[in-house]
Nanobody, 121 residues
Framework: QVQVVQSGGGLVQPGGSLTLSCAAS????????MGWYRQAPGKQRELVAS???????RYADSVKGRFTISRDNARNTVYLQMNVLKPEDTAVYYC???????????????WGQGTQVTVSS
């Protein structure tokens, strides 16, 4: 089994910064892709950023230049540094880990529990 646990989040003023963390543990061979998603009230869940195990990154247009995704492969952990936060960034943020549990296994998606980020004055 694999467990995915998030930390971070909370309330911040516009223009402020927050860092989210997400760590996977359990039966893990590798994690080819780690990512962050968010879901605002009344909206669909959307990709915020993703990073491969070789360090290639992808960002939603709305966060480019403000958010930075990074990973620590030794700790099976992904981070999301969020700067210059805007009210429209308010959402529940989820991490997703595509976990391979064996050398020949197909990756399977595991989600974190979600964490609220609220940007408000």
């Amino acid at each position: 089994q694999v467990q995915v646990v998030q930390s971070g989040g909370g309330l911040v003023q516009p223009g402020g910064s927050l860092t989210l963390s997400c760590a996977a543990s359990g039966n893990i061979f590798s994690i080819p892709i780690m990512g962050w998603y968010r879901q605002a009230p009344g909206k669909q869940r959307e990709l915020v950023a993703s990073i491969t195990n070789s360090g290639s990154t992808r960002y939603a247009d709305s966060v480019k230049g403000r958010f930075t995704i990074s990973r620590d492969n030794a700790r099976n952990t992904v981070y999301l540094q969020m700067n210059v936060l805007k009210p429209e960034d308010t959402a529940v943020y989820y991490c997703k880990m595509a976990v391979r549990q064996g050398v020949n296994g197909q990756p399977y998606d595991y989600w974190g529990q979600g964490t609220q980020v609220t940007v408000s004055s």
